[in-house]
């Protein structure tokens, strides 16, 4: 099976800007997560998607915002990007039932200018 | 949120063993995951304890005690690709949370010199 694709692995903005990222799931999989990671507060959960609908969302402004397709890719978009968005973005993709272990992606790295 | 613990950097030499270590609190436990991170690379899965005792998976173990709310990575005969993040996760099942969100310690960098 293919595991976890992100397109794009990577990117540039500027402040202001906004940005759309794409996570294909394993084949079968319906849940999918999103964190971001930073050199200085780690990895840190975003939000999940299960069956187009959103299950959990972690403490990020409003501006982080996500979607789940039918066929279980994900996207998330972030607007009115800042210096502070730079960061490792990865999503993770799982069965969605109890126990499950999560299978991450390549990631897309994000940097704003 | 949760609190996980675990070293910030570890050093080893080949051949050798090292444990690293994960205290957490959670107040719905629902399973520990370890991942190992490569620089530049995305995590991938090592380990999952959800029940206390030793998982074992070839030169890689990984040990949990709820009632301690602590967990080990154990790595034997170590080999310079080992040189990587250890991410230790706890699953936490609050009423209204979901299955699909980890909580992740910051990661111990571990360096294994020949």
């Known amino acids: 099976k293919a595991g976890v694709t992100q397109t794009p692995r990577y990117l540039i903005k500027t402040r202001g800007q906004q940005v759309t990222l794409s996570c294909s799931p394993i084949s079968g999989h319906r849940s999918v997560s999103w964190y971001q990671q930073t050199p200085g507060q780690g990895l840190q959960f975003l939000f999940e998607y299960f069956s187009e609908t959103q299950r959990n969302k972690g403490n990020f402004p409003g501006r982080f915002s996500g979607r789940q397709f039918s066929n279980s890719r994900s996207e998330m978009n972030v607007s009115t990007l800042e210096l502070g968005d730079s960061a490792l973005y990865l999503c993770?993709?799982?069965?969605?039932?109890?126990?499950?272990?999560?299978?991450f992606g390549p990631g897309t790295r994000l940097l704003v200018l | 949120g949760q609190n996980i613990d675990q070293p910030t950097e570890m050093t080893a030499t080949e051949g050798a063993i090292v444990q690293i270590n994960c205290t957490y609190q959670?107040?719905?436990?629902?399973?520990l995951f370890w991942y190992q991170q490569h620089a530049g690379e995305a995590p991938t899965f090592l380990s999952y304890n959800v029940l206390d005792g030793l998982e074992e998976k070839g030169r890689f173990s990984s040990f949990l005690s709820r009632s301690k709310g602590y967990s080990y990575l154990l790595l034997k005969e170590l080999q310079m690709k080992d040189s990587a993040s250890y991410l230790c996760?706890?699953?936490?099942?609050?009423?209204?949370?979901?299955?699909?969100?980890?909580?992740f310690g910051r990661g111990t960098q571990l360096t294994v010199w020949p």
């Open positions: 959670t107040s719905g436990f629902n399973g």
């Open positions: 993770a993709s799982s069965l969605g039932r109890e126990g499950e272990t999560q299978y």
């Open positions: 996760a706890v699953r936490d099942r609050n009423r209204g949370s979901t299955l699909g969100r980890l909580y």
